[in-house]
């Protein structure tokens, strides 16, 4: 009686879905037995029938027969409707079971990961260790520098997709035929998020530790240089704006109070010093016990049809590390603004540096803007960086320019990268030095960051008697080339130098606020042959001195045992000291001076006051230790009081920025180490 097929399959269904008995053992080895039996059973069987052969022993033969008969009987109609039907069953498993190892879609790498499949018990070692050729795949490196857990983590994602179900792994050819059919894809091992390296930081910035308070009768005289740079306001806020803290090395204190145009009074038809000084003394906003006296000086500002024939060269760093949108790209732009600015009778050439310098653009007059405007469109970025051959050429570039009476000025546009043909920085400054005595003077404007050399350019700006600036945006570009061009490129004033004697008998302690790479010696105010800042058209300088009183309890210093407390300086004791200055006009050797006495009394202004508010803003963003309880709120009060006219919204972007500095210290933003200053560009 043949059995219905389908009857077969509702049986082994049903047998599926019982809970399978316990095994018994008695059952067991009488199954056993009767196995042994029908084998030896047949064997006896075919044993005669077997054909002699000279390659095939009879009890191999015997064997081989039997899987053949074996064979014979899986194939009779009746079987092959039993193995059928379970094939299909198992089909059918297969596709509606999950298939969590078998499908191309990655799983999310926090999910943990599927079990490994066992073998089968009883299985031998080789086919338990036996994997599919086409399925394995090798898990990706770790990056360099990652750590070993992590490694761990892409080992462990990677693995389970080369191991087999357990189900399929009958045999090893079995694994490998099921292998080829449901073999993985393997973006899931390439999509497995791997540490990148961290971006390198090689930005350094020329600074000193702070000005501390100094006692007046042991050291009461303090002489600096005057600064016209503004270079650290920018790159602060390009920092902040960033979202990050800037390196407290980045903040030049004076700088940023100098960013900012004042009020002061500028010297009138009558003055023959071509700046004029005012002082102010106030209550020290986060310090009852001391005043702050406001030293200001506004120089003179030209009229426009006055100034000299303008011989201008660009020298473009147009090294690799130019390429960014914040760097060539800007620095085109902002070339392309300042040429509006120009006269026609006024020459310009470019030169360009990457690996050899080369001239881009002959000595044009300003009148010709189309050849000048195709040239910066031909600069490209590419190439290492040889700043020293670049200054060369700029330098005999401007020498051929210059005629009796005219000023020749360098513009030195980089980002500070000086990687090739600068070994000796301290003979590179005494270059420039000697030129800036020649009568070519040297600005340098930074662009971009990441590897902002800011030491680097400070140094050369102050040996070529020039400026320092950062453009980051074109904004800055209009402040520093367009509004303030005149002051940028034409000086009234060199090596001018400041110098306070304070009275011990009214201030009894003091402190500079900033100026600390601009520190001179006592004796170095006298002597003509030491270089100092120079003044443009129209610039003005501000320093600020937080001053103690003797009677005061803000004293940081105890008075000396065996130094009367009473000794006082005789004459004018309603001074609180005495302020001298030094210059030199352009072109001259000896210097002039000038002086005005430092009087207590008068009320601060909204220059004082924001002035004040921006140096606190500096040092809570160096970590000051003369600040006490004063904080950021009260730093925003301060320059809201002082914001006054603000024409420009310099000052209302000041105040965005001390909120916006307070907002990241709160939430823990941090400063990216810098790269240390080399002692020879200090």
Known sequence: MT????????????????????????????????SMENFDRLAKETDSQMRPSQDRPPKRAGFLTGVRHMFSYLTSKQALAVTTSAAALCIGLFIVLPQQQFGTVPAPVEQAPAPMPQP?????????????APMAEVAPAPAAGAPAARAKETRRLATPQAAQPQMMAEGAMADMAVGNMVAPSAAPADMIDLPFPPATDSEAFANEDANPVKVTAEEPVSTFSADIDTASYAVVRDSLMSGRLPPAEAVRIEEMVNYFPYGYPAPGPQDAAPFKASVEVMPTPWNAGTQLVRIGLQGRMPAIADRPALNLVFLIDTSGSMQDADKLPLLKQSLRMMLGQLRPEDQVAIVAYAGSAGEVLPPTHASDSAKILQALDRLDAGGSTNGAEGLELAYRTAESMTAE????RILLATDGDFNVGISDPKGLEDYIARKRKAGTYLSVLGFGRGNLDDATMQALAQKGNGQAAYIDTLQEAQKVLVDQLSGALFPIADDVKLQVEWNPAKVAEYRLIGYETRALRREDFNNDKVDAGELGAGHSVTALYEVTAPDSPALLNDNLRYQSAGQAAKGASEELGFLRMRY?????????????????????DDDARFAAAIAGFGQLLTGATYLGDWGWDDAIALAQSGKGADPFGYRAEAISLMRLAESLEAGGATATPQTPVPDDLR
């Open 3 to 34: 059995t219905d097929p389908k009857d077969e399959l509702d049986r082994l269904s049903r047998a599926l879905r019982e809970r399978a008995p316990k095994p018994d053992p008695a059952a067991k080895r009488a199954a056993l037995a009767r």
């Open 120 to 132: 089968p018990v009883g299985a031998s070692d080789e086919i338990a260790r036996s994997e599919p």
């Open 405 to 408: 009476g005219e000023v020749s």
């Open 584 to 604: 030199k006009a352009p072109g001259e050797g000896a210097s002039q001076l000038l002086e005005t006495p430092i009087l207590a009394g008068g009320a601060a």
